[in-house]
Every structure is written in C-alpha cells, then in structure tokens.
C-alpha cells in the first residue's frame, strides 16, 4: 500500500500543480458528482484518477469542496492534503511558513516559525539537525505517520499558518497505481446432503 491507499477518499497534488483524487471503495455515482465538480477522469495503471488542471488552480478550493460534500454522503473517510485546494489570499506568493514532505515512508518537516515548530513538536516530530527542521520516527507505521501529518496540518491551519504538504508525487504519472486486489479464495464444493437411515 501507499499513503493514497489508507482512505475511502484521498485528495492530493502532484508538485507541478495537478489536484488529484482517487477513491479507494466503490462509492455511488461518484463519477456523475465528480465530473459535476469539474474533475476529468483518467485510468492510470489500473485505477481512475479524477484530476483538476494547474489552471483551475484559483477554484480549485471550491471544485474540491463541492466534491467532497457530494462524496461525504456516502462515507466520511476523507483525507485531503492538496495544497492546490488551499484558499491563497489574491496577489501572495509567499512560501508557507511549514513545508512536510513525505517521501518513501519518511516524513519530515521544515518550520520558519517558533510556534510552528512547538506545533510539529506536540505532534510528535523531532528535531533533525536544525532547530527548523523536524522529523517524525521511522517506527511510527504508514497509516499513523499519515494521520499525524492530517492532524499536524489541522492544526497549523487552525493558528493561522500556513502549511504546503509534498507527497513525493512530481507529476500525474507518478501518482500510485491501485493496490493489488486479494484473490479470492476458491470456494469448497459443497458436501452432498447427509441421507438419515431408513429402518
């Protein structure tokens, strides 16, 4: 599995703009309310992608939401760590005051801020070197390392600082293939019914 594959709904961005979101259960009429958002939907290595252009980067926040909010009425479990969805106040370009990158299985994290930095640490991240610079253990397994990120995000937003998630997916093609499905099991041929003794 990767981090796109914890959760019913995953929303995230490729580093050269793309919003992408996949869908990790069958959820109905999910194609009809996500091309209703202005998605576009691709197959890409055995799994639809649903993907919003760099260019609709300004609504791109709104498109999202009216995505989810169709979505969230058949399940919650929804992670959204697009950038791109991040409302930008008009005319900044500002770098975010918190970069968390997520890369092969680690997670660090960069902080400009005193009080960002107490946030990463509440969390759980530590220090890597620089009093900037943090990382969360290697031990933490996939599933906990991303919703620390989720939370950590939350948080941030919460106080007002601003927070750029990388996932490590550069472009639309990097985006993780469907995780390999179990094979079913063969079922065993049902047993001939038992005939009772006749005296």
């Given at each position: 599995m990767t981090i796109t594959d914890h959760?019913?709904?995953?929303?995230?961005?490729?580093?050269?703009?793309?919003?992408?979101?996949?869908?990790?259960?069958?959820?109905?009429?999910?194609?009809?309310?996500?091309?209703?958002?202005g998605f576009t939907a691709r197959e890409h290595q055995g799994r639809t992608v649903y993907l919003l252009?760099?260019?609709?980067?300004?609504d791109a926040h709104e498109r999202a939401?009216?995505?989810?909010?169709?979505?969230?009425?058949h399940t919650h479990d929804l992670v959204d760590l697009a950038w791109t969805t991040r409302p930008q106040p008009a005319g900044t370009t500002a770098r975010p005051d918190v970069n968390i990158r997520i890369n092969e299985?680690?997670?660090?994290?960069?902080?400009?801020?005193?009080?960002a930095q107490a946030v990463l640490?509440?969390?759980?991240?530590?220090?890597?070197?620089?009093?900037?610079?943090?990382?969360?253990?290697?031990?933490?397994?996939?599933?906990?390392?991303?919703?620390?990120?989720?939370?950590?995000?939350?948080?941030?937003?919460?106080?007002?600082?601003?927070v750029r998630v990388d996932l490590g997916i550069a472009t639309v093609?990097?985006?993780?293939?469907?995780?390999?499905?179990?094979?079913?099991?063969?079922?065993?041929p049902t047993p001939p019914p038992s005939r009772g003794r006749s005296r």
């Open positions: 959760h019913d709904i995953f929303i995230g961005s490729t580093s050269d703009g793309w919003t992408f979101l996949l869908l990790n259960r069958p959820i109905h009429h999910a194609t009809r309310i996500l091309t209703g958002a252009p760099p260019e609709t980067a300004e939401g009216i995505a989810a909010y169709g979505l969230m009425t299985g680690s997670v660090t994290a960069s902080a400009t801020t005193g009080q640490a509440q969390h759980g991240f530590t220090n890597a070197g620089t009093a900037r610079d943090f990382t969360l253990p290697d031990q933490l397994g996939e599933t906990d390392a991303l919703n620390t990120v989720v939370h950590t995000e939350a948080h941030l937003f919460s106080h007002g600082i601003s093609q990097d985006i993780p293939p469907a995780p390999p499905r179990p094979r079913s099991a063969p079922i065993p």
